[in-house]
């Protein structure tokens, strides 16, 4: 069984560039969702998509937008880079099943240090 | 506003005693709550979890108590153990957000030798 992983593993862009991140979900999952850790701070959500439709958005502005494909593996694309914008990307895959399992089984990737200078 | 608040940045226990990890959350429609572990370069691990109908739940070493008129808890790690030391993070869910997760900011956990 594969777990989820991320490329590239660290990203360096200037100010004003756009960026991908792709992920790739775990074997058996069609939720994905994104988040982003600044230095200090814990992950912040910014959205889920589920069977390819984003079902769930976080406080990020539109320049932060994603996609899911039929596999299931998924990109966040970031427009317009701000020096705040340097975090770790994690992305975490889960069944889409409901109930408790759903949370207990969401599985992360080791993430994508962004860097923006 | 951070809706779960890990107020120790760090705590440093030795091995074989107790490690208590403790978090506050503001918002009353949270009903499930996690912990994770993550290690440097790598991502968060679940650890165990609890849901608003439960005040315990224990898993091997690991247990996690739910304050609900305090909107507290607490994980506890007996007897802590060296390969525990990593950052803790505290994580919350509310029904209907379709298992969107809140985090605090991570408590660092230090087990001495």
């Known amino acids: 069984e594969t777990g989820v992983t991320q490329s590239p593993t660290h990203l360096i862009k200037t100010r004003g560039q756009q960026v991908t991140l792709r992920c790739s979900s775990q074997?058996?999952?069609?939720?994905v969702s994104w988040y982003q850790q600044a230095l200090g701070q814990g992950p912040q959500f910014i959205f889920q998509?589920?069977?390819?439709?984003?079902?769930g958005r976080g406080n990020f502005p539109p320049r932060f937008s994603g996609l899911q494909f039929p596999n299931y593996s998924s990109e966040l694309n970031v427009n317009a880079l701000e020096l705040d914008d340097s975090a770790l990307y994690l992305c975490?895959?889960?069944?889409?099943?409901?109930?408790?399992?759903?949370?207990?089984?969401?599985?992360f990737g080791p993430g994508t240090r962004l860097t923006v200078l | 506003d951070q809706q779960v608040k890990q107020n120790s940045p760090s705590l440093s226990v030795q091995e074989g005693r107790i490690s208590i990890l403790n978090c506050d959350y503001t918002n009353s429609m949270f009903d499930y709550f996690l912990w994770y572990k993550k290690y440097p370069a790598e991502g968060p691990t679940f650890l165990i979890s609890?849901?608003?109908?439960?005040d315990k739940n224990e898993d091997g070493r690991f247990t996690v108590f739910l304050n609900k008129s305090a909107k507290h808890l607490s994980l506890h790690i007996v007897p802590s153990q060296p390969g525990d030391s990593a950052v803790y993070f505290c994580?919350?869910?509310?029904?209907?957000?379709?298992?969107?997760?809140?985090f605090g900011k991570g408590t660092l956990l230090t087990v001495n030798p």
């Open positions: 998509y589920y069977r390819e439709e984003e079902n």
């Open positions: 975490a895959s889960r069944s889409g099943l409901a109930g408790e399992s759903s949370y207990n089984e969401q599985f």
């Open positions: 609890i849901s608003s109908i439960k």
């Open positions: 994580a919350a869910s509310a029904w209907g957000s379709n298992y969107k997760l809140t």
């Open positions: 074997s058996g999952h069609n939720t």
